[in-house]
């Protein structure tokens, strides 16, 4: 089953719901939807989109295994702190500190993440995100409300560098993602897939539409119309009011733009090669050829769709704002390469997946205890009847002990072990026996030497004249004359003949005066 994600836009105009379906490492756009809010006056603009997004829900039933979604960046706020050590723990409980300088109120009130940037042999460089928990808690209740429970809840600004896993941009160089939305614009600076700088600029569309309602004197709705129907900006022609008052709005963006590339460039940044513009006024014509004009530099629009991953049946509804609904969905996709900021922690982490496991955990609990009392029973059972067949068992082995031994205790053994120790005793002591009648049945010098005499040659047949014999247990030496070698082979071979003789063996066989040979002989005794 391929796994569903649902980013979430929450823009000022309109709500952009983007679905996608993730399988074997690869995703597809399947679905893209925009939806305008209808104004109410009587409701706060957190319920206009409760209930707009309440009744898409109704009207769509979308499943989804993952949801995604980011504050405005008007809604938080971004610092970039330096810290002199690289240690991830360090940086948890230093970040509280740093912030305190620069907020106004307690950091305890705040829920803060933030993103490391830049790392060297002793130093981090991170983008702190933070807001007023009061702020997260209202935004996941109006999300609620609605039955949307995100995983991730991110910054629209941040979460724009994912667009680097699109595979549409530069691998190399520095370069600007330009968002131009309805009432704020979101500036991203890139270094290849590297984020350096994220920024949001109060300033958009809506305020391009109150312009011409101005100049026109007419009212929003009307303004709105001319501006999408004929509204354009040329930095060669500017004498019209219309192209005046919209190239006054953007100028105003613009000088924000490059106030935001001076202090990067003062920071020690690379000099930005390209600009990518994406967001709902970038439809303005013109713009692009504008933007370019003034900030000296190569802007085009940035199509995320150009790519296999898009199956969308209408993509050119969806081209120019999809882009930052594609972000959310490419951190779903690669969770550990894309903006790992999260403000979904603490008391409000996620707890959908807990949920989940625990409704299936406890039908699951239900079936080990009653797998654990069946084998508590079994246990119990089975320890009974190995328990009687020990005492058959026992009154067998005391009756083969009556059968076998004699001299047995007045209390037969019954127990196993104890039968073994008997018995074990039992063999030790007729071993010792054994070794005792072995030891006695030894031959005596005596029997030795008779057995010597008995087997040599008699005096006739052999001259011998023994100097030494050393008779021991097992082993006996003679040292002796002879008139010939051929008489010390003879006496060898009569001593081979006694079956008790073993391992015969002459040696120093020698000449010695008058012609007698000297010999030494040796052999052991075996019974």
């Known amino acids: 089953m391929p796994q569903v994600i649902l980013a979430l836009d929450l823009g000022s105009y309109s709500i952009k719901l983007t679905r996608a379906e993730r399988s074997m490492g690869e995703f597809a756009i399947s679905d893209f939807f925009e939806i305008p809010f209808e104004q109410h006056e009587a409701l706060s603009p957190e319920q206009v989109i409760s209930v707009t997004l309440k009744k898409f829900f109704e009207e769509h039933p979308l499943s989804y295994d993952t949801a995604i979604t980011a504050l405005s960046g008007t809604e938080t706020a971004l610092r970039t702190l330096d810290f002199p050590f690289t240690q991830a723990a360090k940086i948890d409980s230093a970040i509280d500190f740093e912030l305190e300088t620069f907020v106004p109120f307690p950091v305890e009130d705040l829920c803060i993440d933030y993103i490391p940037i830049q790392k060297k042999a002793s130093q981090t460089t991170v983008i702190a995100a933070y807001t007023p928990k009061a702020q997260i808690a209202k935004f996941l209740g109006m999300l609620s409300e609605a039955n949307f429970d995100p995983r991730y809840v991110g910054v629209e600004s941040l979460d724009l560098a994912n667009l680097y896993h699109s595979r549409m941009l530069p691998p190399q160089g520095c370069y600007a993602l330009l968002d131009l939305g309805h009432s704020k614009t979101q500036l991203t600076l890139l270094s290849g897939g590297e984020l350096k700088l994220a920024r949001t600029i109060s300033i958009g569309g809506k305020h391009i539409t109150e312009a011409i309602a101005k100049v026109m004197e007419v009212d929003f709705s009307r303004a709105q119309q001319i501006k999408h129907s004929e509204g354009q900006i040329s930095a060669f022609d500017s004498s019209s009011e219309l192209t005046e008052a919209i190239q006054e709005v953007v100028d105003q963006i613009l000088v924000q733009v490059r106030q935001t590339l001076f202090a990067f460039y003062e920071k020690g940044g690379s000099v930005i090669e390209a600009v990518f513009l994406c967001g709902g006024t970038s439809r303005l014509s013109g713009i692009d050829q504008y933007l370019s004009t003034v900030l000296k530099l190569n802007v085009s629009p940035l199509d995320v769709l150009d790519y296999s991953f898009s199956h969308l049946k209408d993509p050119e509804t969806a081209r120019v704002l999809i882009a930052p609904c594609v972000a959310m969905v490419l951190r779903a996709v690669y969770p550990g390469k894309t903006v790992s900021l999260n403000f979904r922690r603490d008391e409000f982490a996620y707890t959908r997946d807990i949920q989940a496991i625990s409704a299936e955990f406890k039908p699951m609990a239900i079936a080990a205890i009653v797998v654990l009392v069946l084998g508590v029973v079994y246990f119990s059972f089975s320890l009974y009847l190995l ?136 052999f052991d005794i075996g019974v």
């Open 387 to 522: 328990g009687d067949r020990e005492q058959k068992l026992n009154k067998s082995v005391a009756s083969l002990l009556t059968q076998g031994l004699t001299n047995l205790p007045k209390k037969v053994p019954e127990k196993m072990t104890d039968a073994q120790n008997l018995i074990k005793d039992r063999i030790s002591k007729s071993q010792d026996e054994l070794s005792k009648l072995q030891s006695d049945s030894a031959l005596s010098a005596l029997e030795i030497l008779r057995m010597i005499s008995m087997g040599l040659p008699s005096r006739q047949d052999l001259k011998l004249d023994v100097d030494d014999l050393n008779i021991a247990t097992d082993h006996v030496r003679l040292e002796g004359r002879t008139v010939s070698y051929e008489a010390v082979d003879k006496v060898k071979s009569s001593l081979e003949k006694i079956s008790q003789f073993k391992n015969v063996q002459t040696g120093n066989v020698r000449k010695g005066v008058q012609d007698e040979i000297k010999f030494s002989l040796s």
